[in-house]
Each structure stands twice: as C-alpha cells, then as structure tokens.
C-alpha cells in the first residue's frame, strides 16, 4: 500500500517563507501532486512533479527526490489568503497511475 | 472555478436512506473520480471512471456505487446510509486515464453530505 507522511500544522508570518515537506512510500511511484484547500472548499490544483527537481509557478514552487522518496512545497512571499490546508498526493502503479492517494493535510496558517 | 460541477451543494438525510449525488465534468474530460472527505479520515478516494468504464475502486463500501453516463456525467448513489456516511464527497475530473500531465485532476465544489 501506499502511506504519505506531511506536518500536521505549519505557521508561519505575512511576507516569510515556508516549506511543507512530504514523504511517502509507495510501490511503482508515479509522480507527486500538491493540493490546496480552504475551509470547506474544494481541493485546487498546485503543481506536479513526476521527475526529480524544481518546478516554479509563481510563488510556489515544488520539489522532488525519487531516490529519498520525499518532496515539498515551497511557498513565498506568504499572503493571509495562503492558510489553508495543502495535501500531497501520489500517484502510484498500485492505482493505476492515475488515481491519487493523499496524505492527511498540512494546516497553514499565516499571521499578520 | 474548476469547470467541474456538482449537485447538489447539500443534503441532509436520514439513516437508512438512499441518495445520488451528480457530477458533470469539465468540457472533454473523459475521467472522473469520486472522492470522500471526512475530518478523521482525510480524503479517500473511492472509484474512478473513464469514458464510461469503471478503472480503479479504492476504499468504496458496497453500500455505495457509481456510473458514468455517455454524455460523460457521473452519479454516486449512497444507500442505507449511517451516521458515519456523513462527509464531503468531491468529483473530480481529468483529461485521460493515465499518467502524465493529462490525468492532473480538477475537483468540483463538492457535495456536503449529512446523515442524522
């Protein structure tokens, strides 16, 4: 089976940095995703990663290393909108390379 | 917006009931994927579907089954519900079945499902 370990909670200040780390063990890894949800909302697209390294899209940024099995989001410049909870998710031959089995959440949550 | 949607926004029923929730997925997205959120249990996915053909099941109970049509809506249909069945089903949908870019998966509002 497939098991993802993120932080519970993270906080972090306006305008500072914050990583939220993720790693997992799955058998035939496929590619990592990170979500973001605000409070009762539905889980919005961040980023994907199927291949070792940085993806940049704006202020967020995302990482993977397939050999460590780990990967994380990287947010900038934080904004008050920026809480909420983000979910890493992988994808996994066991389901099929589509499917995404996620971990239970990082909570942000930034302060003025 | 994503482009997915779902409907409805709430239900509240009773323990013992039988309801259907509706998914319309964005415009040419053939995949669709059911989703349960609980507070104890985060997100689990339940079933996915492709161009009308069941493709993956995962922690779905028999209680619970789906289908999707040819004009591409899905429909999860929960019966003898329990006061646990009580969580947010999301949709969601994707391009194609396998991996890559193309299977990047989009979530609707979600239904807000409560049993008492």
């Known amino acids: 089976g497939q098991s993802l370990e993120q932080p519970s909670e993270v906080t972090a200040v306006e305008g500072a940095i914050v990583q939220i780390n993720c790693t997992y063990q799955?058998?035939?890894?496929?590619?990592l995703s990170w979500y973001q949800q605000h409070d009762g909302g539905a889980p919005t697209f961040l980023s994907y990663?199927?291949?070792?390294g940085l993806e940049e899209t704006g202020r967020f940024s995302s990482f993977l290393s397939r050999s460590d099995s780990y990967g994380y989001l990287l947010l900038q410049e934080l904004q008050m909108k920026d809480s909420a909870s983000y979910f890493c998710?992988?994808?996994?031959?066991?389901?099929?390379?589509?499917?995404?089995?996620f971990g239970k959440g990082t909570m942000l949550l930034v302060s003025p | 917006d994503s482009g997915v949607t779902q409907t409805p926004k709430h239900l509240i029923t009773a323990t013992g009931q039988r309801v259907t929730l509706r998914c319309s997925p964005r415009?040419?997205?053939?995949?669709v994927y059911w989703y349960q959120q609980s507070l104890d249990q985060g997100l689990q996915f339940l079933i996915h579907?492709?161009?009308?053909?069941?493709?993956a099941k995962g922690n779905i109970l028999e209680r619970f089954s789906a289908q999707q049509f040819p004009d591409l809506h899905s429909e999860l249909n929960l019966s003898s519900l329990e006061l646990g069945d009580s969580a947010l089903y999301f949709c969601?949908?994707?391009?194609?079945?396998?991996?890559?870019?193309?299977?990047?998966?989009?979530f609707g509002p979600g239904t807000r499902l409560t049993v008492l």
């Open positions: 969601a949908s994707s391009v194609g079945p396998s991996g890559g870019a193309e299977s990047t998966q989009y």
């Open positions: 799955t058998s035939g890894f496929y590619g």
């Open positions: 415009s040419g997205d053939l995949s």
């Open positions: 579907y492709y161009n009308g053909e069941e493709r």
């Open positions: 990663n199927a291949l070792d």
């Open positions: 998710a992988v994808r996994d031959l066991s389901s099929g390379y589509s499917t995404l089995t």
